[in-house]
Every structure is written in C-alpha cells, then in structure tokens.
C-alpha cells in the first residue's frame, strides 16, 4: 500500500556546479513522481518533497549517493498524498534569503561560524540548567509564530526573511547580547544563516535547534517547552504534534481558540488567514474581505 509522506531536507556544502545538480535532481524527481520544491545554490541544497515513502526513499539513497550531499539528514512527517501541487528546482544565489549571499561562508563541515547545534534533549537541558536566561529566539517570519511557539519566546518583527539583518542591526535587540540565545525555525536551515549573521554582530552564545521545530516536535510532541501548531510551506499550511496540542491563536472572526491558517478559495485572493475550524467551512459562502498577507514560496523549507 502506498504511504504518502513529505520530508524536509538541506544541507550547506559547497557546490561548484548548481545548474548540473539541477538538472539532475529534476530528473530524479521527475522518474520517482515526487513533487515539492528544492533549492540549489553555491551554498548547498534544500528542499521539501511529498510523494510515496518507497519513492522517496530512493531519492533519499540516490541523493545521498553524491559525496557532497552524504551528510544529509531527512525529516520525514506525515503527508496527504497532494501536498504540492508540482515539482519546482531552482538555482538561486542563496539557499535562505537573507539578501547577504556574499556574507555567508560554507565548507565541508557548514556554515563557517554559525551557532551550537543542539539536539532537542539538549535544549530542555539547557534551559533547566539556564532556567530564564535562555532566550529563544524565531527565525521564521512573524507571522507564523502566531499559531506556535516556544514559550517565552522573542518573534522579532519580520514579514519575510530579508527582514532579518535590518531588524538584528536596529539595536532591540543588544541587551540580549550576552545571554544564551536559542536560535530555532522550522527545519533548522534559516536557523543557520541567523545564527551566524548574529554571532558576527555581537551575539556572543548562540545555539541553534538541530533539525529545528520538526525534530524537537518529534521528540517531545506538546509535552515540553513547545506551544500550539507548526505552520508549513505547503498544502497541510499547518501541523499538530499531538492530541495535547493547544491554541494560542484566536479566530480572527470570532476570537474562539483556533489552531491553524486557512488558505482563502477566493481567486485572486489565497490569503492565509487564522480561523477556528466552525468559521474555515463557511469561507466559500462569503464576499472575500480577508487581508492581502500571503506568503512566498521563496520563504521555503525551514
């Protein structure tokens, strides 16, 4: 029987040739019927595909094969079967925008200088050696931590990835310069550009969660230091841990608790918007009035 699954990758290493990676990342995806999105660049790769576990098995074994992706750590959530509407392989000069692509420094061994990996047991431990001093710290875009969460979390104010440099730069943030800093997004790959553009601004112990919001979640579901649901760049748009998960979001029709964003049917429309699951059934009976806030593809994986 085939088992739909997504899986979320990347790896920073070298790559002298990006377009030849492309092309043959295209066809392997193409022969394996996978869909989702990959990035290329100088830097590395990234990527996130939904298809049959058997398929993305072999692309995992054939994409591993490559010496340079031989480290590559997979991901593996739950898919539905129709989590990406097509396959898209694109060079870009960065994998994370961050808009710095001349900044960022990769060898064999990553990022040149960026924060401590930590597992997620580590991190618990940390903050229960660390108790408040720990900081955590988003590196998604804003929006998205509306619907979760780690408590006591700082969501710095950004709309998209690019935000990021200018917002560290503004000076809000130097009083935290010489606390622990808990880096985390939602696969860890944003997490390695922003600890690095951090640790080179001042920041002086930063940590980064190694595979991000997916592996902690995995690990400790709803029963540690993570709060509400973990939102996605697909179809799924958000996920839950576990049956203990719970709302820190209200309905923005009705205030009610809500767990997820809800992709507008209205075309041009296709605005995110949180909803309670009562107020998501009736979005195709009403005049569209949602707010223009959609997001970007370009944001990506992690």
Same mark, same amino acid.
């Given at each position: 029987m085939d088992l739909p699954k997504v899986i979320l990758y990347y790896i920073f290493t070298p790559l002298s040739d990006p377009t030849a990676i492309k092309i043959w990342q295209k066809t392997l995806c193409k022969n394996l019927n996978l869909k989702g999105r990959i990035i290329i660049s100088p830097h590395g790769i990234?990527?996130?595909?939904?298809?049959?576990?058997?398929?993305? /098995? /072999?692309?995992? $074994?054939?994409?591993?094969?490559?010496?340079?992706?031989?480290?590559?750590?997979?991901?593996?959530?739950?898919?539905t079967g129709n989590d990406f509407p097509k396959l898209s392989?694109? +060079?870009?000069?960065?994998?994370?925008?961050?808009?710095?692509?001349?900044?960022?420094?990769?060898?064999k061994n990553g990022v040149v200088g960026g924060g401590k990996h930590l597992r997620p047991a580590q991190v618990d431990e940390l903050v229960a050696k660390r108790g408040d001093d720990v900081v955590f710290f988003d590196g998604r875009n804003a929006f998205e931590a509306q619907v979760g969460r780690f408590k006591n979390t700082v969501v710095p104010d950004t709309t998209t990835t690019r935000d990021f440099v200018a917002e560290i730069e503004s000076g809000k943030y130097d009083h935290l310069k010489d606390k622990p800093i808990v880096t985390?997004?939602?696969?860890? %790959?944003?997490?390695? +550009?922003? $600890?690095?553009?951090?640790?080179?601004?001042?920041?002086?112990? +930063?940590?980064?969660?190694?595979?991000?919001i997916v592996s902690y979640g995995k690990e400790f579901g709803d029963d540690s230091l993570w709060e509400g $649901?973990?939102?996605?760049?697909?179809?799924? %748009?958000?996920?839950?841990?576990?049956? /203990?998960?719970? $709302?820190?979001?209200?309905?923005? /029709?009705?205030?009610?608790?809500?767990?997820?964003?809800?992709?507008?049917?209205? +075309?041009?429309?296709?605005s995110i918007n949180i909803l309670c699951a009562k107020c998501a059934e009736k979005l195709n009976d009403e005049i569209c009035k949602h707010p223009q806030r959609k997001y970007s593809n370009a944001e990506l994986i992690g």
């Open positions: 990234n990527g996130t595909l939904g298809g049959n576990m058997a398929d993305l /098995k /072999k692309y995992a $074994s054939h994409t591993k094969a490559y010496e340079g992706f031989a480290n590559i750590k997979f991901k593996w959530t739950d898919g392989v694109k +060079v870009r000069p960065e994998l994370v925008a961050f808009g710095y692509p001349d900044e960022i420094k990769v060898d985390y997004c939602t696969g860890g %790959i944003r997490c390695e +550009v922003l $600890s690095s553009v951090m640790t080179t601004r001042g920041f002086k112990e +930063v940590y980064q969660i190694d595979g991000g $649901s973990l939102f996605t760049f697909d179809d799924r %748009i958000s996920i839950e841990f576990s049956e /203990k998960s719970k $709302s820190i979001a209200k309905c923005e /029709k009705c205030q009610s608790a809500a767990y997820r964003f809800y992709d507008c049917p209205k +075309v041009p429309c296709n």
